[in-house]
């Protein structure tokens, strides 16, 4: 998965609790040099304190810091093409070819974000 460089402002690994009845993608509660942060899960929840990695996002809820949690990075890839289809995936999902021609899906993490926000004042 890509995540646009425009989003990332650091890797980090945080202290992180799970939320008893958090929305899905929502992995919980983060702490990262003492302040909190929300961190953004796409894969398995785990409920317990966990030590986290993820991608701090850079301004993309306002006063929120946002974390996604990743499980390893890999590299930065230029890509050559993007493009919305039309199926059952996240519409925050897009898929994305690099120019040397892997197909990779690409992550709007303001659609993601967004989303997520707009849920809770529905």
């Excluded at 897009?94 to 120019?99: E, K, L, P, V, Y």
Aim: with cysteine.
């Amino acid at each position: 998965m890509v995540v646009p460089l425009s989003n990332v402002d650091q890797l980090i690994e945080y202290s992180r609790v799970a939320l008893p009845v958090a929305r899905e993608h929502v992995g919980g509660l983060g702490l990262y040099q003492g302040a909190l942060l929300l961190s953004l899960s796409l894969g398995s929840q785990e409920s317990a304190l966990v030590a986290t990695k993820g991608v701090l996002l850079r301004g993309v809820a306002g006063p929120l810091s946002c974390a996604l949690e990743v499980e390893r990075t890999l590299s930065f890839v230029e890509l050559s093409s993007t493009a919305a289809r039309a199926s059952t995936r996240e519409p925050w999902l897009s898929d994305a070819t690099t120019s040397d021609g892997r197909d990779l899906l690409r992550l709007n993490v303001e659609s993601l974000v967004s989303a997520l926000i707009s849920q809770g004042n529905a």
